[in-house]
């Protein structure tokens, strides 16, 4: 079915919590009927909410918001090893990290509690934990806008990067509206990232529910519940830097959180940059970074999202001016 309604508020339909109004709002479990509203429509400049958790709303008017929720998830392949499932894009992404573990399907386990819609896994190819959506990224069904034509992308079409693809880097080019996942049958903890390996020191087997229940009990315990703190997770992505320049950190900083991505790069952590910088549990005005958690831009209520890019932008500034390390926002800025 295909819903057009004109004048829709979407400060519910976002984390941050930000007022903003949708002249017209489309929400379909039709791919159909999708491409034909599509087809018929004269300007295809749409912006697609998923569930509104990575995106900061600094316009206060959209003129079209398509709102997929296509349902569904389908076991649609097996064998000894592992499974080919497909979700809709309407699914909300715990719903399926939590039916995969009771499956016994490993894949995204690491990836539990992150808000947000299978649908918009793949655009940031979503991560935590030490895993990333495009290890079980199969392939991504996808309208393209303009042509109103279905579209499929297998993995290596959706060039996955760090919190980056396709989707990401052609903003507003299709509409996700499903994707396939390859789980594996065969489970083996990945409990590198520390939390977590300290969350599950005292179990001596590790399951594929320790692992779901060990970062759901994290992620509550670090991070504030967007229904009681406006907030979309963490704002900015982890640089990465050159070699020569971590080096110059690390001399400085000898236990700064460096991560090798390659012989030249390396990766720091964005929240301890802000840290440093003085940034942690700060507040101005009704903006601020979270407490335990500086990565985390909060809304205390009532601030438009130029009062957030405005915030964002000084710690930007402030993390350049020490460290010459630039900082990016994570987070899909409308
Ligand atoms: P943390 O453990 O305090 O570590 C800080 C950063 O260092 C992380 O963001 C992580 O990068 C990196 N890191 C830590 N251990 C690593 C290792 N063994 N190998 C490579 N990189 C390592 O991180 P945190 O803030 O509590 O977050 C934990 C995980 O949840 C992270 O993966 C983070 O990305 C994810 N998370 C995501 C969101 C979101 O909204 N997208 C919000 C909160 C947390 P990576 O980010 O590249 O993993």
């Known amino acids: 079915m295909i819903n057009i309604r004109q004048e829709v508020s979407l400060l519910s339909r976002n984390t941050f919590g930000i007022p ?12 159909a009927e999708l491409t034909d509203y599509l087809r018929s ?19 206060d008017r959209l003129d079209v918001v398509i709102h997929p929720v296509m349902k569904g998830i389908e076991l649609i392949d097996e064998t000894n090893d592992d499974v080919l499932v497909r979700a809709g894009a309407g699914e909300i992404w715990d719903d399926f990290a939590n039916w995969c573990v009771e499956q016994d399907y490993a894949g995204v386990e690491n990836l ?5 819609t299978v ?33 499929s992308f297998n993995n290596q079409q959706c060039h996955f990067d760090y919190r980056d693809s396709l989707f990401k880097k052609n903003k507003g080019k299709y509409i996700i509206t499903a994707v396939r996942f390859r789980l594996s049958k065969r489970f083996e903890p990945n409990v590198k990232y520390s ?12 399951t594929l529910k320790d692992v779901r229940q060990a970062i759901i009990d994290i992620r509550r315990r670090k ?36 991560y090798p991505v390659s012989e030249e790069y390396c990766k720091i952590s964005a929240a301890w940059l802000i840290q440093q910088c003085g940034w942690k549990g700060i ?20 601030v438009s999202g130029n009062d957030i890019l405005n915030f964002a932008r000084k710690i930007i500034e402030a993390v350049y001016r020490r460290f010459g390390v630039g900082l990016e926002p994570e987070v899909n800025i409308v």
């Open 20 to 31: 903003a109004t949708a002249s017209v709002f489309v929400e379909t479990d039709n791919i």
């Open 41 to 59: 429509f004269p300007d295809p400049v749409v912006f697609v909410l998923g569930g509104g958790s990575n995106v900061l709303f600094v316009s």
């Open 112 to 116: 539990s509690y992150i808000p947000g």
């Open 119 to 151: 649908g918009a896994c793949p655009i940031q190819n979503i991560g935590a934990y030490g895993a990333e959506a495009k290890e079980t990224v199969e392939a991504v069904e996808a309208i393209e806008k303009e042509t109103g034509h279905a579209v």
């Open 195 to 206: 939390d977590l390996e300290t969350e599950l020191s005292r179990n001596t087997s590790v």
């Open 223 to 258: 991070l504030p519940d967007p229904s009681e703190l406006g907030n979309v997770g963490s704002f900015f992505k982890n640089p990465t830097i050159h070699i020569e320049k971590s080096n110059e950190i690390s001399k400085i900083f000898p236990k700064a959180p460096l």
């Open 283 to 302: 507040r101005e005005g009704n903006v601020g970074t979270h407490e335990r958690q500086p990565l985390v831009i909060v809304n205390y209520g009532g």
